[in-house]
């Protein structure tokens, strides 16, 4: 659970308003509001404040956000750069892994670390390849045959950092438990597999999630579309109060509200123009295709 979730919950278990928390915390009740909405963080002495309230450890506060940045906290890791001088179209297959987490960098690198804490061999089970021709770049994570993808599904975890100077189109395929998005802006991402748990946070762009395998999507402070291509799933999207344009296509496709009931929207021609007026004021757009699909909306 990430901290602004878990602050929420906290709160309501002490049934405190959220202006009567700032109080106790002696600060606006705009901080808190921005603090449960996942637009920012407390500073270290407002963690601690939170920490001695709530009787929580800093560490249970923020273990979700630990998984997002702490990034040498593991035992064994395997790190690979690359230099770009030119755009490319960016093709990623990661093969299997326990988490994979893309972000931006303002370097002119692409960067590869593999990280684990039980994988004592990280560095010879487990390979970066890297195929570029003047267009595109293909990057292979590659397993050796000693290595299951029950114990990579498991205890690997892959960090790609994107130069979004020369990468505006990135594909990503393999199998992985979760896949998180953040801090980054593109023209166009497209995922491919089986992916159980995603989060977009910070992000702007189109992403286009192919998967057949039921999702649970959090998305927080996101700018773009969010296509669902599925065949025969039942996902869930977390949209933590932003204002939706919801589009269905496809055929026998819907959504669901929280409580599993149908939401009445109407079908969608794809040559829809996007662009208008009123379809901007929305924070974005949630695309549902594919085929016998289903949906579930929770704000």
């Not at 202006?19 to 407390?42: C, H, M």
């Not at 949209?239 to 969608?268: Q, W």
Request: hydrophobic share 35%.
């Amino acid at each position: 659970m990430i901290f602004a979730d878990k602050l929420k919950e906290l709160r309501k278990a002490k049934n405190l308003s959220q202006e009567q928390l700032a109080e106790k915390l002696y600060v606006s009740r705009q901080a808190i509001t921005k603090w449960e909405n996942g637009t920012g963080l407390p500073d270290i002495e407002n963690l601690v404040a939170i920490s001695n309230l709530f009787n929580e450890s800093l560490d249970s506060l923020l273990s979700e956000e630990k998984a997002l940045m702490s990034k040498h906290d593991f035992l064994f890791e395997s790190r690979t750069e690359y230099d770009l001088d030119e755009d490319k179209t960016m093709d990623i297959n990661f093969g299997t892994a326990h988490e994979v987490i893309v972000e931006r960098t303002t370097s002119e690198k692409i960067e590869v670390l593999l990280a684990s804490n039980k994988m004592n061999y990280l560095a010879e089970q487990v390979k970066v390849k890297i195929e570029e021709n003047k267009k595109r770049m293909d990057v292979f994570v590659k397993h050796t045959t000693d290595l299951t993808d029950t114990t990579a599904k498991k205890d690997l975890f892959i960090f790609v950092k994107i130069p979004q100077k020369f990468v505006a189109h990135l594909e990503l395929n393999g199998i992985t438990e979760n896949l998180k998005i953040r801090d980054i802006d593109f023209e166009n991402l497209e995922f491919g597999g089986k992916c159980k748990n995603a989060m977009v946070i910070n992000a702007d762009g189109h992403i286009e999630l192919d998967c057949s395998e039921d999702m649970d999507v959090d998305i927080r402070d996101f700018k773009g579309k969010i296509d669902f291509n599925q065949w025969k799933a039942t996902s869930t999207v977390h949209t933590n109060g932003a204002k939706v344009y919801f589009r269905r296509i496809g055929n026998r496709n819907r959504f669901l509200d929280e409580n599993g009931a149908i939401l009445d929207f109407s079908k969608s021609n794809r040559r829809e123009n996007l662009n208008t007026e009123e379809i901007q004021k929305y924070d974005y757009i949630v695309e549902i295709a594919g085929f016998k699909a289903e949906l579930k909306v929770t704000k």
